[in-house]
């Protein structure tokens, strides 16, 4: 349903691991893409690998991703802001920090959750993003035309679009992203350390504690940036994880077989019920919710949907020919569709709803 208007041209601001595959991935559809980097072989790089077609900034691109380090976001939207007159978002881990710096409807908050040990333009594949979660977070100021155009192009890109206030995503990502990285980090310290004592230790490092791992194997230099921008978060979910470790180290101890099994259980049935993405017509119902052409709107009913765990399967924004209202047009998962649409009518929206199939 979703459709990218205007020339199919798009404009990097960092051609690493991230910027690469996005870059692959809309070449891979017909788009032509440029792009920039701080170290000008990488951009090079890029060019040979067919990353980009040319090194520089394409003032007529409809979007622009920023993929730099987070410190370095906020002055290199802004530069792409001035440089270009489409979309411009960003695929940064911390969002409140990022998004208060950039004041400027064009501009759309994101956060691609997809990545790889491989390092560099050269680790970049077109499908890294296929199936994965991408984090969009609007606000108030938000364009909805600018907004459409970024979850289109995301979408195109193989990735489930989920909207989230800036310091709720900051705070989620704490739990399912940050924390778990430093937790692989400290697991791989205590392994290494243990490996100098038993030859053995790191032989026996299979299974599970890979899997467990995996993520340390990942860019080191970008996390000191992430816990300074997101230090409270982080230290908030470090607090929860060490007590509740603290309380299975005494179920351990006081050889509470019950108490240890009932928690183990909890968490097999959740780990069992991670939500998985809706692919059938059948399981989809299409909303259509007339909106004003007011600031805040696409927040709203986007995160909206966000918060109560429904999933946009897409998104469409119909303009009006006349008069200051246009209608979204959201396909949800047809079981969650009439709690949505009561809480839509909740917050004064008149929504109509019907089965894709």
Not at 57 to 75: H, K, L, N, Q
Request: proline share 5%.
């Amino acid at each position: 349903m979703s459709t990218v208007a205007g020339p199919h041209r798009a404009t990097l601001v960092g051609t690493g691991l991230i910027g690469g595959s996005i870059g692959l991935a809309l070449r891979a559809q017909g788009w032509h893409v440029s792009g920039v980097d701080s170290d000008e072989e990488a951009a090079r790089r890029a060019v040979e690998l067919g990353v980009i077609d040319e090194v520089g900034v394409d003032p007529d691109s409809s979007i622009t991703f920023v993929a730099a380090p987070v410190m370095a976001i906020p002055e290199a939207v802004r530069v792409a802001l001035a440089q270009t007159s489409g979309a411009v978002t960003d695929v940064g881990s911390v969002k409140g920090s990022i998004v208060a710096e950039v004041d400027s409807p064009r501009f759309v908050g994101g956060h691609p959750m997809a990545g790889s040990e491989q390092l560099g333009v050269d680790g970049a594949t077109p499908d890294l993003f296929e199936g994965a979660v991408w984090v969009l977070t609007p606000v108030v100021g938000t364009d909805s035309d600018h907004f459409a155009t970024v979850d289109a192009v995301v979408r195109s890109l193989g990735a489930d679009v989920v909207a989230l206030p800036p310091d709720r995503h900051d705070a989620l990502v704490a739990v399912v992203s940050h924390v778990p990285h430093l937790t692989a980090a400290a697991l791989m310290g205590i392994a290494n350390e243990r490996a100098s004592e038993h030859a053995a230790l790191l032989r026996l490092a299979a299974g599970g504690f890979r899997d467990m791992t995996r993520i340390a194997a990942g860019s080191p230099t970008i996390w000191p940036d992430i816990c300074g921008q997101n230090r409270g978060a982080i230290l908030e979910v470090i607090d929860r994880l060490t007590a509740e470790l603290a309380r299975l180290r005494g179920l351990v101890d006081d050889g509470d077989d019950q108490a240890l099994l009932a928690t183990l259980e909890r968490a097999q049935l959740a780990r069992r019920n991670l939500p998985s993405r809706v692919v059938r017509p059948e399981e989809l119902a299409e909303f259509r919710i007339p909106v004003p052409d007011r600031d805040g709107a696409i927040a709203e009913v986007s995160t909206l949907a966000s918060e109560m765990g429904i999933n946009i399967a897409d998104f469409e924004i119909a303009h009006s020919s006349e008069g200051d209202r246009g209608v979204l047009i959201l396909l949800v998962d047809r079981a969650r569709a009439d709690a949505y649409r009561e809480s839509l009518v909740d917050m004064g929206y008149r929504p109509s709803v019907r089965p894709l199939s």
